[in-house]
């Protein structure tokens, strides 16, 4: 079974500043997709960035990138420049090809301190 | 374009009564499903649909019902509360994936059963 683990449960990082979560994620699997997930106060559930394994080029979204090692099965998000709302809960998910399930990680709360 | 709904926004249960929280998506997707979410465990599969009349379970189904009579409607029933089932529910759907497609979540439902 797929495990996805998030070691950092909180990281904080002063307004304008860089800050990296950390994902770690365990499969057998060679084709797969890996997610980040930002939950605000608001508890709603927003896609942040999406991997495809197959892809060795690391996706962007603006001010959010991703190193994925997929030899080292990990899988980190950088937000740069962080603003005031970047502050939420971040959660890193996993999928397997053709799976019909999200597995996630535990949760890295982030703070952004103005 | 109302996206995926969730009703009620809150609830509290006493152990043994039974309820039905309800989810429905405008997007005529064939894929939806009901994650639960715990402190310290992120989300985890309850049940899953991939079309009317076709339901599947997750990672923790016990204690969840669910059925698929339409499109649009994917509703999950708590037949006996328990104490082990306060939580944060939230529903989600997409298109049936053929490569990854995005999960769109609702806003959840938080239950504490007392």
């Known amino acids: 079974a797929q495990t996805v683990t998030q070691s950092q449960p909180e990281m904080s990082v002063q307004e304008a500043e860089t800050v990296t979560l950390s994902c770690t994620y365990d499969t057998s699997e060679s084709d797969y997709y890996l997610f980040w997930y930002k939950q605000p106060p608001s508890r709603q559930m927003i896609l942040v960035i999406r991997?495809?394994?197959?892809?060795?080029q690391n996706a962007t979204e603006n001010r959010f990138s991703v190193n994925f090692q997929k030899a080292a099965k990990s899988f980190s998000l950088k937000i740069s420049d962080s603003q005031l709302g970047d502050a939420a809960m971040y959660f890193c998910a996993f999928k397997s090809q053709g799976a019909q399930k999200l597995v996630f990680g535990q949760g890295t709360r982030l703070t952004i301190n103005p | 374009n109302a996206g995926v709904t969730q009703t009620p926004k809150f609830q509290v249960l006493k152990t043994g009564q039974s309820m039905t929280l309800q989810c429905a998506q405008d997007?005529?997707?064939?894929?939806m499903s009901w994650y639960r979410q715990d402190p310290g465990m992120g989300l985890r599969l309850i049940h899953y649909s991939v079309g009317a009349g076709i339901t599947d379970q997750g990672e923790v189904p016990n204690g969840y019902n669910v059925s698929r009579s339409t499109t649009e409607d994917f509703p999950l029933r708590l037949l006996s509360a328990a104490p082990s089932q306060t939580s944060v529910y939230f529903c989600?759907?997409?298109?049936?994936?053929?490569?990854?497609?995005?999960?769109?979540f609702g806003n959840g439902t938080r239950l504490t059963v007392t």
């Open positions: 997007m005529n997707h064939e894929y």
């Open positions: 989600a759907s997409s298109y049936l994936p053929g490569g990854s497609p995005p999960l769109h």
């Open positions: 991997q495809e394994a197959y892809k060795q």
